[in-house]
């Protein structure tokens, strides 16, 4: 089954992701991942993208979307696809929807963790110390929590009224989180 992990920059998206790649033997669809990939092989999308990425602004929906269109028809993945950090504009949810259609494929869950600001800052400050991302500084964070409510929160929106969207507490312990998911796929 797809499933779309979906909340704000340190929600615990891409944990929450990998829990469920490991539990569903599917594919973590991390476009955080993909960009920095690009950055680090010095590629030229990585140079087109280096300066907005560690300055905490979003990607450009083409370059994200164009990434995500070779992973939608990849037979391999086909159906086990576990989104982190896609969709996060409209531009992006929308184009989603029809990648889905063309490739006959569905969205079975949404998952929304929520998270207050507080958690977030504090967690992103912990997982620079861990994971060294130069965008995890505290000013960047700011600036990334700022971008989602701005711009992603219209996606949750459009998500929320969906009937296989389910809010989860994203400020509960780690296992707590992932029971609760679990609990909801009947898994
Ligand atoms: P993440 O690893 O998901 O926290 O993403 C890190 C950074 O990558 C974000 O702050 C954005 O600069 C960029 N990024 C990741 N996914 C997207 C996306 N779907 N759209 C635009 N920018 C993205």
Do not use: C, W
């Given at each position: 089954?797809?499933i779309i992990?979906f909340?704000?920059?340190?929600?615990g998206?891409g944990t929450?992701a990998?829990?469920?790649?490991k539990k569903?033997?599917n594919f973590?669809?991390?476009?955080?991942?993909m960009?920095r990939?690009?950055i680090k092989?010095d590629?030229e999308?990585?140079?087109?993208i280096?300066?907005?990425m560690?300055?905490?602004k979003?990607?450009?929906?083409?370059?994200?979307?164009?990434?995500l269109?070779?992973?939608i028809f990849?037979?391999?993945?086909?159906n086990?696809l576990i989104f982190?950090?896609?969709p996060?504009t409209?531009?992006?949810?929308?184009?989603?929807d029809?990648l889905?259609?063309?490739?006959?494929q569905e969205?079975?869950?949404?998952?929304?963790?929520?998270?207050n600001?507080?958690?977030?800052?504090k967690?992103?400050?912990?997982?620079?110390?861990?994971?060294?991302?130069?965008d995890?500084?505290a000013?960047t964070?700011?600036?990334?929590?700022?971008?989602y409510?701005?711009?992603?929160?219209?996606?949750l929106?459009?998500y929320?009224?969906?009937q296989?969207?389910?809010?989860?507490d994203?400020?509960m312990?780690?296992n707590?989180i992932?029971q609760?998911?679990?609990?909801?796929?009947?898994?």
């Amino acid at each position: 089954m797809n499933i779309i992990i979906f909340g704000p920059p340190g929600a615990g998206k891409g944990t929450q992701a990998k829990f469920l790649v490991k539990k569903l033997n599917n594919f973590q669809i991390s476009t955080g991942d993909m960009l920095r990939d690009e950055i680090k092989k010095d590629t030229e999308i990585g140079k087109k993208i280096i300066n907005h990425m560690n300055d905490g602004k979003f990607v450009e929906d083409e370059i994200v979307n164009k990434l995500l269109e070779q992973i939608i028809f990849d037979t391999k993945k086909m159906n086990k696809l576990i989104f982190d950090g896609y969709p996060r504009t409209l531009n992006q949810a929308k184009n989603l929807d029809i990648l889905l259609e063309k490739s006959n494929q569905e969205i079975k869950h949404i998952f929304f963790l929520n998270v207050n600001k507080d958690t977030i800052v504090k967690r992103i400050e912990k997982r620079k110390i861990l994971e060294k991302r130069s965008d995890d500084d505290a000013s960047t964070i700011l600036k990334r929590y700022d971008t989602y409510m701005k711009i992603t929160q219209p996606v949750l929106d459009y998500y929320s009224k969906k009937q296989n969207f389910h809010e989860v507490d994203g400020s509960m312990e780690i296992n707590d989180i992932s029971q609760k998911i679990e609990e909801i796929l009947n898994v």
